[in-house]
C-alpha cells in the first residue's frame, strides 16, 4: 500500500541525516497522500542506519495504523494537525536542529534579517508560547499541534513554512515530504545566520522592500529566478 509514497517518505527522512539536522533518531517526516487521506510516517524512536520504506507507517486522520510494524512517530498527532487544518500541505517535517533549538527555547521567533531568509520565509519564522500545564499532561502530541494552528492562524503557510515550538523544535513543511525537508534545512541554517548576525549586532534588521524583492524573485506570478520556463 502507497509504496511509492514509503520509499519518497523513507527517503527524505535519510536526507534529514545527510543534510546534519538530526542525530541519533531526532526527527521525523511524512507525508499524506490525498486521495485516500493516508499518511506515512517514520516509526517512532528507530534508528536511520539501514532503515528502509518498509519500515515507514501509514495511518489514517486519526491517527489509527493501517499498515506497518512499527509504532508510528510520537509526534504524528502533530503532523496530523497540519495536514487536516491546510489541505495545501503535503509533506511534514518536524528535527532537534541546533540553531533552531536555541531560538525556540529562548521563545524567540527567527528574525529575517536578509535575503537568504527572505528568499523562503516571507518573514519572521514565529514562536509560539508555550504550552500549558494541561496541554502538556493532556493530548500533549495533539496541542502541539493546536498551538501551531493558533499561532499561524489566518497567515500564508506556504509562505512562511515552518514554524518553532517554544521549548521544543522547529516543525516544517510544504507540498511533499521533500520540499518540507528542504524548508527544515533552510531553516536550520537562517537561523544560524541570525543567531550569529544578532550576536555582532542586536538591532540588525532588514527593510520590507527588500525582503519583498527577495521572496518575489523566486515565488508567485511574477518569479524571475531560475531558468524560465
Given at each position: 500500500?502507497?509504496?511509492?509514497?514509503?520509499?519518497?517518505?523513507?527517503?527524505?527522512?535519510?536526507?534529514?541525516?545527510?543534510?546534519?539536522?538530526?542525530?541519533?533518531?531526532?526527527?521525523?517526516?511524512?507525508?499524506?497522500?490525498?486521495?485516500?487521506?493516508?499518511?506515512?510516517?517514520?516509526?517512532?524512536?528507530?534508528?536511520?542506519?539501514?532503515?528502509?520504506?518498509?519500515?515507514?507507517?501509514?495511518?489514517?486522520?486519526?491517527?489509527?495504523?493501517?499498515?506497518g510494524r512499527w509504532s508510528p512517530s510520537s509526534?504524528?498527532?502533530?503532523?496530523?494537525?497540519?495536514?487536516?487544518?491546510?489541505?495545501?500541505?503535503?509533506?511534514?517535517?518536524?528535527?532537534?536542529?541546533?540553531?533552531?533549538?536555541?531560538?525556540?527555547?529562548?521563545?524567540?521567533?527567527?528574525?529575517?534579517?536578509?535575503?537568504?531568509?527572505?528568499?523562503?520565509?516571507?518573514?519572521?519564522?514565529?514562536?509560539?508560547?508555550?504550552?500549558?500545564?494541561?496541554?502538556?499532561?493532556?493530548?500533549?502530541?495533539?496541542?502541539?499541534?493546536?498551538?501551531?494552528?493558533?499561532?499561524?492562524?489566518?497567515?500564508?503557510?506556504?509562505?512562511?513554512?515552518?514554524?518553532?515550538?517554544?521549548?521544543?523544535?522547529?516543525?516544517?513543511?510544504?507540498?511533499?515530504?521533500?520540499?518540507?525537508?528542504?524548508?527544515?534545512?533552510?531553516?536550520?541554517?537562517?537561523?544560524?545566520?541570525?543567531?550569529?548576525?544578532?550576536?555582532?549586532?542586536?538591532?540588525?534588521?532588514?527593510?520590507?522592500?527588500?525582503?519583498?524583492?527577495?521572496?518575489?524573485?523566486?515565488?508567485?506570478?511574477?518569479?524571475?529566478?531560475?531558468?524560465?520556463?
Open positions: 500500500m502507497l509504496e511509492q509514497l514509503k520509499e519518497k517518505v523513507c527517503k527524505a527522512n535519510l536526507d534529514l541525516v545527510e543534510k546534519g539536522v538530526v542525530i541519533y533518531t531526532w526527527g521525523n517526516v511524512s507525508a499524506i497522500d490525498r486521495e485516500s487521506n493516508l499518511v506515512v510516517i517514520k516509526p517512532s524512536g528507530v534508528n536511520y542506519d539501514n532503515m528502509t520504506p518498509e519500515d515507514m507507517v501509514i495511518v489514517d486522520l486519526d491517527g489509527n495504523v493501517v499498515e509526534d504524528t498527532a502533530t503532523h496530523l494537525v497540519l495536514y487536516k487544518t491546510y489541505p495545501q500541505i503535503g509533506g511534514v517535517t518536524h528535527t532537534h536542529s541546533s540553531n533552531a533549538i536555541v531560538f525556540a527555547q529562548a521563545g524567540l521567533s527567527i528574525p529575517a534579517l536578509g535575503t537568504t531568509h527572505a528568499d523562503y520565509f516571507y518573514g519572521d519564522i514565529p514562536c509560539t508560547r508555550e504550552l500549558t500545564r494541561n496541554e502538556v499532561e493532556k493530548d500533549y502530541e495533539l496541542n502541539t499541534g493546536n498551538v501551531i494552528i493558533e499561532t499561524i492562524a489566518g497567515s500564508n503557510v506556504m509562505a512562511i513554512p515552518g514554524i518553532l515550538v517554544k521549548n521544543h523544535g522547529p516543525f516544517c513543511w510544504g507540498k511533499d515530504a521533500a520540499q518540507s525537508v528542504y524548508n527544515a534545512v533552510v531553516l536550520e541554517k537562517v537561523a544560524e545566520m541570525a543567531y550569529k548576525t544578532l550576536t555582532l549586532n542586536p538591532n540588525s534588521s532588514m527593510s520590507n522592500y527588500i525582503l519583498d524583492k527577495h521572496y518575489s524573485r523566486k515565488h508567485g506570478p511574477n518569479a524571475y529566478y531560475g531558468q524560465q520556463k
